[in-house]
């Protein structure tokens, strides 16, 4: 089984989510990964047991059916794949009393960290896309004077990375200790704190070549204490694009922070696309023998291995999508998906919806 690339794994999203049930019988089951695969074999044996309820004649064979197809297949499995394994198959004719049963087993460029069994109308995937949203992270602090979470968010899936807590003592202090004393230490053992809370920082996030930006949220003063004191390296500390408010300091704080940052994050990718698209309106106007827009040119600058980067509006035509994305995964060619929320990407999608930056001009 070959791992599927973030551009391969877009494409089997956009083939299965075209499919709908007639009832309750299209199968997904996601199977985590290093999660034995004899058990998810075992669990669907007895989910055909299950199904043998079911009413409708129909569905029951659909629903059936569907199983055996996929246990058929664990059958032939020694073990899980590295990343995970997610199964999808069912019954997609959409003509009453025809049969075109499918299925696809797929282990996409990232861990699976669910585990799933679905029957529904519509293949359940969700997992699958918050991959594609998982190019870049931010990293996320929430942190008083007596702990620290810090987690990391990947598209909508946020992983707890580390717990740490200061030792630092309340506020009533041991008796004959004189105030001053006790603030002393208690504030030296806070800076203290705060430099391992960077250090930590550092060595997780440091090297990360996909973090995008930082997150930091607290109640006042520690998290103002904290980020002032620029006890983070320069090149973490200019990476801070959100400080928020918060009294949460726990692993649930992370989720709590970024809830309160959506806005934030959401002109991050905001900003992204706008500095894309004024890059190609750019190139279009100042170097148009190496820039591209309309379809047929684009296709046969993919057909040639010309095309460094292709861009694509998410209105562009299934089929035509289709079609330029698999040339480009085919000569290696970076692809970037393109909205229309901002005025620049309205604008592209009214152009063509198609562009490409090449790395050198086809002769006509």
């Not at 004899?38 to 569905?59: C, D, G, P, Y």
């Not at 009393?97 to 293949?123: A, H, S």
């Not at 996030?205 to 004191?229: A, Q, R, S």
Request: hydrophobic share 35%; aromatic share 6%.
């Amino acid at each position: 089984m070959v791992k599927l690339t973030k551009n391969q794994l877009e494409e089997h999203i956009n083939e299965l989510s075209q499919y709908k049930g007639r009832h309750t019988e299209l199968i997904t089951v996601y199977i985590s990964a290093g999660y034995d695969v004899n058990a998810v074999q075992r669990q669907l044996e007895a989910e055909k047991s299950t199904a043998k309820n079911i009413k409708s004649t129909a569905t029951r064979k659909n629903v059936i059916d569907a199983l055996e197809k996929i246990v058929r297949h664990l059958k032939t499995l020694k073990f899980t794949p590295e990343n995970g394994l997610a199964l999808f198959a069912g019954n997609i004719s959409q003509v009453e009393g025809q049969d075109d049963l499918r299925m696809w087993d797929i282990e996409p460029p990232e861990p699976i960290m669910i585990r799933m069994y679905r029957c529904d109308k519509d293949f359940v995937l969700d997992p699958l896309k918050e991959m594609l949203a998982a190019g870049e992270t931010y990293a996320i602090l929430v942190m008083d004077r007596k702990e620290a979470t810090i987690g990391r968010l990947m598209g909508k899936r946020i992983e707890l990375l580390q717990k740490m807590t200061s030792g630092v003592p309340s506020k009533v202090r041991a008796g004959g200790q004189s105030s001053q004393r006790f603030h002393r230490i208690t504030e030296g053992l806070t800076k203290e704190f705060y430099k391992r809370i960077a250090d930590e920082m550092k060595t997780l996030f440091y090297e990360d070549p996909k973090l995008k930006g930082i997150l930091v949220g607290g109640p006042i003063p520690t998290k103002d204490e904290f980020v002032d004191g620029e006890f983070l390296m320069t090149k973490l500390q200019k990476m801070i694009i959100g400080i928020k408010d918060q009294g949460d300091t726990s692993e649930s704080g992370l989720q709590e922070l970024v809830e309160n940052c959506k806005d934030i994050l959401a002109t991050q990718e905001i900003t992204k696309e706008k500095k894309l698209l004024d890059k190609f309106f750019e190139s279009l106007g100042q170097t148009p023998d190496k820039t591209a827009y309309k379809y047929e040119e684009v296709r046969k600058s993919l057909e040639y291995g010309a095309v460094s980067l292709l861009l694509l509006s998410k209105e562009l035509d299934y089929d035509k999508s289709k079609e330029l994305k698999e040339l480009a995964i085919n000569a290696g060619t970076d692809i970037e998906m393109v909205s229309t929320e901002t005025e620049e990407g309205d604008q592209f999608n009214k152009l063509s919806g198609v562009g490409a930056f090449l790395r050198f001009k086809l002769n006509n």
